[in-house]
């Protein structure tokens, strides 16, 4: 239902946008963020936005990424600005129903310093 796009590398200061796009129209879900992934560590939310439109972020993208989203494409955008070597990750899309959960597969994104 969810598929994730944008993924690439980019150089530490650069910017990338990643795209959700859903099968079905956005706001049919509660929810939806945007999760990443190094390995061996735990999934963790970077930044996710209420149907509400309520946003929140991981201090660590705070003032540097912008969730955002665009109904008439059912789409969900995660724009990456002043990106970070630690920013290295696998980006997953994520949008809650009633408390399910469904994700899309992973987009990589590799910052080299």
């Known amino acids: 239902q969810l598929q994730a796009s944008g993924g690439g590398l980019v150089q530490a200061g650069g910017s990338l946008r990643l795209s959700c796009t859903a099968s079905t129209r956005i706001f049919t879900f509660d929810s939806m963020a945007w999760y990443r992934q190094t390995p061996g560590k735990q999934r963790e939310l970077v930044a996710g936005r209420t149907l509400g439109g309520i946003t929140n972020y991981a201090n660590s993208v705070k003032d540097r990424f912008t969730i955002s989203g665009d109904s008439t494409k059912n789409t969900v955008y995660l724009q990456m600005n002043n990106l970070r070597p630690e920013d290295t990750a696998v980006y997953y899309c994520?949008?809650?129903?009633?408390?399910?959960?469904?994700w899309g597969q992973g987009t990589e994104v590799t910052v080299s310093s």
């Open positions: 994520n949008g809650n129903l009633a408390f399910t959960n469904y």
